[in-house]
């Protein structure tokens, strides 16, 4: 203890701080080390969501009090993507090492706008990792975000500048000579609306383009598309694949996409969140074959590298072009050449000035792990996928609604049948059941109009008698609810 008269968020005593820090890694420990025997998922009781409604704390709390309300309530509710029967919407299942990384950035406590520190390197370390895993050329820029979404807004904007044909940082979209037009699946992930539309471009930039029976952008319409909006007076820009579309792991055929964009003129964006990373993964890497002649790519080390949330990554080919979209600053922010602001600032690769040190978790487990086990893990989730099929395929009860490309696996419940309202019922009720009693969580959605369960299986943890027990579980409350 001293006596000065300021006041410090330190601890008044380390030894103390010591002491419940160990109780915070004990608990940590246990809590990841058992989350097999927890249910996946569990509705909080009334009590528990009671506690979130009390006011802000005026005073103090000992920090051993503050973290036992922490593990006893709130951490006993999440959303369990840790777990290895989570396979709901799209997310990685996380990892410790990964987790004593994010500690650590913390306590390291860098700003990553900028700055001649450890930390802005090992960002441009953990970006030229990605690069090599994407097979792009060291020439190649990029940028760590917040996730895939932010990712694929970064490289759109992008491809907006290079492409405008005028100035769009300083006359803004409405000089355009022409509106511009962006393409992509009818299968594309939401996210690339919000962009366009936060672009200032409108929803209507973006044209979707139909797939075909296997949910891939089908290239005579998209080829059809652009003939037909140059002759109405559009520009258009870029067209955006998908290597992984997030309803059923669709892969578009990049290197006929790359032809076009080619041919054309237009920018080539990989939406890679879900499936740029099989590059790595030694048997399927096939799969996503020219990826690595895209413009940007946008990917998502918090799915298949399992990085805590969050770590999103955009890639531009042109780092020129990356660089003048975003670089700018202020009379605060001049670099130096020498010091703590000399080097290029990560900042003028993206909208976000303050940025965490995400960095430091995908270079900690890359480096405990290697690539390759990552490359493995990737393969075992894609075989996974392959294994939860044929059980699909040999039970006459159950649906396969989509073909499995890679690791989401799309089906129903069909029982004795129905029309496609009781069927949704039906297979929404299954799902409803199985996350309340804590066995599974897949999701659901719709495949060209039909309504299907959704398995992810972007999980570490996953076995295939988890995969078993989905199938069994899934007959037994179908039958229940038939019956
Ligand atoms: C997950 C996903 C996104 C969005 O990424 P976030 O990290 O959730 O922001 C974009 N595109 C595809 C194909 C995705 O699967």
């Known amino acids: 203890m001293d006596n000065r008269q300021e006041e410090t968020l330190d601890p008044d005593d380390w030894a103390e701080a010591r002491t419940v820090a160990h109780e915070i890694v004990e608990f940590a420990v246990g809590h990841l080390g058992g989350v097999r025997d927890r249910p996946v998922w569990q509705e909080m009781p009334p009590e528990v969501r009671a506690a979130f409604d009390r006011p802000l704390p005026e005073g103090p709390t000992p920090l051993t009090d503050v973290f036992r309300e922490a593990a006893g309530t709130l951490l006993r509710y999440p959303m369990g993507n840790i777990h290895p029967r989570f396979w709901g919407w799209y997310m990685g299942a996380g990892n410790f090492t990964g987790a004593l990384a994010d500690f650590l950035a913390a306590i390291d406590g860098s700003n990553l706008g900028g700055g001649n520190t450890a930390a802005a390197a090992v960002d441009r370390q953990v970006v030229g990792w990605l690069k090599a895993m994407m097979g792009f050329p060291d020439s190649a820029s990029g940028t760590l975000t917040s996730g895939g979404s932010m990712a694929n807004m970064v490289a759109l904007t992008v491809a907006r500048n290079a492409m405008a044909g005028v100035d769009v940082r300083r006359d803004g979209v409405t000089s355009l000579p022409q509106p511009l037009r962006f393409y992509a699946s009818d299968q594309a992930h939401s996210c690339h609306q919000k962009a366009i539309e936060t672009l200032g471009l409108g929803s209507r930039a973006l044209r979707l383009v139909a797939t075909d029976g296997d949910f891939r952008m089908n290239l005579a319409a998209l080829e059809a598309a652009i003939a037909e909006d ?168 159950l649906e396969l609604m989509a073909p499995t490309a890679i690791n989401i696996v799309c089906f129903r419940y069909r029982g004795a049948g129905g029309d496609e309202a009781q069927l949704k019922a039906l297979n929404t009720e299954i799902m409803l059941r199985l996350q309340e009693a804590g066995t599974a969580v897949p999701s659901d959605t719709t495949v060209h109009g039909r309504h299907c369960l959704r398995v992810a299986i972007n999980n570490h943890r996953t076995r295939t008698e988890d995969l078993e027990l989905l199938v069994r579980e899934v007959l037994r409350i179908g039958a229940e609810l038939a019956a």
């Open 230 to 397: 140059r002759a109405a007076g559009w520009r258009p820009a870029c067209v955006i694949a998908t290597a992984g579309t997030t309803n059923t792991g669709a892969l578009d055929d990049l290197r006929a996409i790359e032809a076009i964009c080619r041919r054309e003129g237009l920018w080539f964006h990989v939406d890679g969140c879900i499936g740029a990373l099989i590059r790595i993964a030694p048997r399927n890497h096939a799969l996503v074959d020219g990826i690595e002649a895209a413009d940007s790519i946008a990917l998502d080390p918090h799915k298949w590298l399992h990085a805590p949330f969050e770590a999103g990554c955009a890639l531009v080919r042109d780092r020129d072009r990356h660089f003048n979209t975003f670089t700018l600053h202020g009379d605060y922010l001049e670099e130096k050449p020498r010091g703590l602001a000399s080097g290029e600032f990560l900042a003028d690769y993206g909208f976000e000035l303050s940025r965490g040190f995400k960095a430091l978790k995908i270079w900690m487990s890359l480096k405990e792990q290697g690539v390759e086990k990552f490359g493995r893990l990737i393969d075992q989730n894609i075989a996974q996928g392959a294994y939860l099929t044929r059980l699909i395929v040999a039970e006459p009860s």
